[in-house]
């Protein structure tokens, strides 16, 4: 069909999705946002994720997929020091955020979610108004400028503004379960961070709303970085420029730990992976 963007298709039996992704210009080309080098992430004195190594660019939508505890969600908890809150929890390795190494110990973890922020896996507003919800980070972050012109621009882009402009002081939690995870991203994105980090945001809504979701991403991303964790395959291959697996390593004595295994652009994950291990997950042998 003219004029009718490129379309790809992931391989087959078990994934075979249709996306809008425009092709990826080779990695030189792109913006680093993170630079992750020999990433170990610890609870307890016990590895949950091993040696990880990668980049994430700049206004791309980068996948993390794989087998249930490998270690996706620990991994980018790291991205933003969430991990910090957990008293067991020590890394090593190095996380560079434009050039700046986020794990030091003179480094503001609370600075660091201002510039990178998190939409978790269940859809959890305060029990406030829609706008004190979408307020809050601005609140807590001493902004006090134009408050509700950022407002209406976040829930614009969250594509909720249209559904929840005439009751803005009515309870979150009024909102269904989709309308509240689009309320979430609001509040994300309503301070402006430069990436917005999601673990898992669809796996408790319906298509209808996991199509919105998915959506938004790809309207986003020319203004937001992003990085998923999933656990569905054909959402991946959907909205992901790059995707990353990690897989689960067996050590002795019963141990076991997440590592990457493959990190490339998404059609190359997806079509022609490089290890077998990869393609076994893809095609659904394993996981």
């Known amino acids: ?98 050039g700046t190494d986020i794990c030091r110990s003179d480094i503001d973890a609370v600075a660091v979610r201002r510039n990178i922020g998190m939409v978790f896996q269940r859809p959890n507003p305060f029990p406030k108004s829609i706008h004190d919800n979408v307020a809050w980070g601005m609140k807590v972050l001493g902004i006090k400028d134009n408050v509700n012109e950022r407002i209406e621009r976040a829930l614009t882009q969250a594509a909720l503004w249209d559904e929840v402009k005439d009751r803005l002081k009515a309870s979150a939690l009024s909102l269904s379960g989709g309308q509240q995870q689009r309320l979430c991203i609001a509040r994300a994105i309503a301070v402006e961070p430069d990436v917005v980090l999601m673990d898992e945001p669809a796996s408790a809504l319906d298509p209808i709303a996991t199509q919105a979701i998915e959506e938004l991403m790809h309207n986003l991303k020319s203004e937001y970085t992003f990085v998923i964790v999933t656990h569905n395959m054909q959402q991946a291959a959907r909205v992901a420029d790059m995707t990353a697996f990690f897989s689960i390593s067996h050590g002795g004595e019963g141990q076991r730990w997440g590592e990457l295994v493959e990190y490339d652009a998404t059609e190359k994950i997806f079509t022609a992976p490089s290890d077998k291990r990869t393609e076994d997950y893809v095609t659904g042998r394993f996981g």
Do not use: W
Request: overall charge neutral.
């Open 1 to 98: 069909m003219e004029g009718a963007e490129e379309m790809s298709t992931t391989i087959e039996p078990t994934v075979r999705v249709e996306t809008r992704r425009q092709p990826m210009p080779p990695r030189e080309r792109l913006e680093q946002i993170f630079d992750i080098q020999h990433l170990d992430a610890i609870y307890g004195g016990k590895p949950a994720v091993k040696d990880v190594t990668m980049e994430v660019y700049k206004h791309l939508v980068t996948a993390i997929i794989g087998p249930s505890g490998c270690g996706k969600s620990t991994f980018i908890r790291c991205l933003n020091r969430m991990n910090d809150l957990i008293p067991s929890f020590t890394q090593t390795g190095t996380i560079r955020y434009h």
